[in-house]
């Protein structure tokens, strides 16, 4: 990477700040995250022996509500990632006008190397550790890479043991502790109604489209699936050990059961086996990278074929990649509003926490259309009477929200 992740992001912020001609008071208070917290998580291994960690939580900007972001665990993770993940939150909420700041926790560890009960065990430490700065109305966790319900029922419970019975501190919870259905799927849901909506304005329709996914986790899968329940031809995905490729379309339902924690897309007999560089290089309508972020940079962006180009993941694109797609004419649907609908099934889980209703999954579904779609819009109106592309119009109108708010508190 020639920069770091969080002056990526800045980069973004600092064009659709200056189209939207944002007074300096502002820009400063938006250039720098509002808290970093960088702590020691210790555990007692299983044979005993200390184990420790670094773990990270960032509250980029609460003008407009209580932080909220996702806690991931990958080995690869540090505070630079975690700052610009947090940022992506604040222009994401924003831009979906969701009541939240943004926030992202991170452990640079591998979660594949702990047991069940270590894995526990951190994930409480950590908890513990940034407990002051958490809570259902100061900032509020959710699931990222490699972190699931089960992680979030610890963080809930290791909340609570100080503070209380405390649902709304974390969403992505199992059902049993407070979660809602149809959050497991809201992402890749999210990233399905985008798409169609795209492809739609630009004259055309999701059924028959020639999809590839990279990346089969919570938000890969899903968007494979939901997108071949609308017709859409799933011609590859991928995941870390390679991907898979049938040029008639992949039986997504029929491939779901087989992989699955410790199967990988190696070992499922499907098609033809292809390497990731192999999958970005495929001929197709769409290709939606939902792994990790800078996936696609400038040592590989040549290779991609799609004139679509779907940020199911956050920031997959490097800046130079967007770029060389964005002189070549590739239309790039940005992640703060291509994977929104992580953070507003999240907003649906919050308020049925602390109105204590439950909504039920039919309510949560339709009403993330209706909010995916009401930002979408907003953002086309933006691209087409600006004449900026849809991650500058995104920007713009995340900014223009969180500016607002931060005049109207006096805050700059
Ligand atoms: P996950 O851990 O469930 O899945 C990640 C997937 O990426 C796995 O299939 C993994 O094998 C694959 N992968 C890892 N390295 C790869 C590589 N080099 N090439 C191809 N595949 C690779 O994570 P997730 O929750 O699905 O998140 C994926 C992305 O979506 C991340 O950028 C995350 O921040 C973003 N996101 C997630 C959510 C959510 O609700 N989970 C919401 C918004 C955004």
Not at 2 to 20: H, I, K, N, W
Not at 344 to 358: A, H, K, M, P
Request: with cysteine; charged share 20%.
């Amino acid at each position: 990477m020639p920069s770091s992740f969080y002056s990526s992001v800045g980069q973004y912020v600092d064009r659709a700040a200056t189209l939207l001609d944002v007074e300096d008071g502002v820009r400063i208070l938006l250039a720098e995250p509002y808290r970093q917290v960088d702590v020691q998580v210790p555990i007692h291994a299983d044979d005993g022996s200390v184990l420790s960690f670094r773990g990270y939580r960032v509250q980029h900007n609460g003008a407009r509500g209580p932080f909220k972001g996702g806690l991931r665990y990958h080995p690869d993770t540090d505070l630079d990632e975690v700052r610009a993940l947090a940022s992506l939150m604040t222009w994401k909420s924003a831009l979906l006008d969701l009541p939240f700041g943004g926030a992202k926790g991170g452990m640079t560890l591998d979660p594949g190397a702990l047991s069940p009960r270590e894995l526990e065990a951190v994930t409480r430490s950590f908890t513990h550790a940034i407990s002051g700065v958490i809570g259902p109305n100061l900032d509020i966790l959710a699931p990222d890479v490699n972190t699931d319900a089960r992680v979030m029922g610890w963080v809930m419970d290791a909340y609570s043991s100080r503070a209380g019975w405390s649902p709304a501190v974390v969403t992505g919870k199992p059902l049993d502790l407070g979660g809602v259905s149809g959050r497991v799927q809201a992402t890749g849901r999210g990233v399905v109604a985008v798409t169609a909506s795209t492809l739609t304005a630009l004259g055309r329709s999701l059924a028959g489209q020639r999809l590839v996914v990279q990346g089969f986790g919570n938000v890969g899968r899903n968007v494979a699936e939901l997108a071949a329940a609308q017709g859409a031809v799933v011609v590859g995905i991928s995941d870390e050990s390679g991907g898979r490729y049938v040029a008639d379309g992949i039986d997504v339902p029929a491939l779901l059961p087989q992989v699955g924690p410790g199967v990988l897309l190696k070992e499922v007999p499907v098609g033809d086996f292809i390497t990731n560089a192999e999958l970005l290089a495929l001929d197709c309508d769409v290709l939606v990278p939902a792994a990790l972020e800078n996936a696609i940079d400038g040592s590989n962006v040549s290779a991609v074929r799609a004139p679509l180009v779907v940020e199911a993941a956050n920031h997959p694109l490097s800046p130079e990649a967007d770029a060389k797609l964005r002189e070549g004419g590739v239309i790039v649907v940005p992640d703060i509003l291509a994977n929104a609908g992580g953070v507003t099934g999240s907003y649906f889980e919050w308020t049925s926490n602390l109105t204590e209703f439950r909504w039920s999954e039919e309510q949560f579904n339709r009403q993330l259309l209706d909010f995916m779609d009401r930002a979408f819009q907003s953002v086309w109106e933006r691209h087409t009477e600006r004449r900026v592309d849809l991650r500058t119009a995104a920007y713009m109108v995340g900014i223009t929200r969180v500016a607002e708010a931060t005049r109207l508190r006096g805050l700059a």
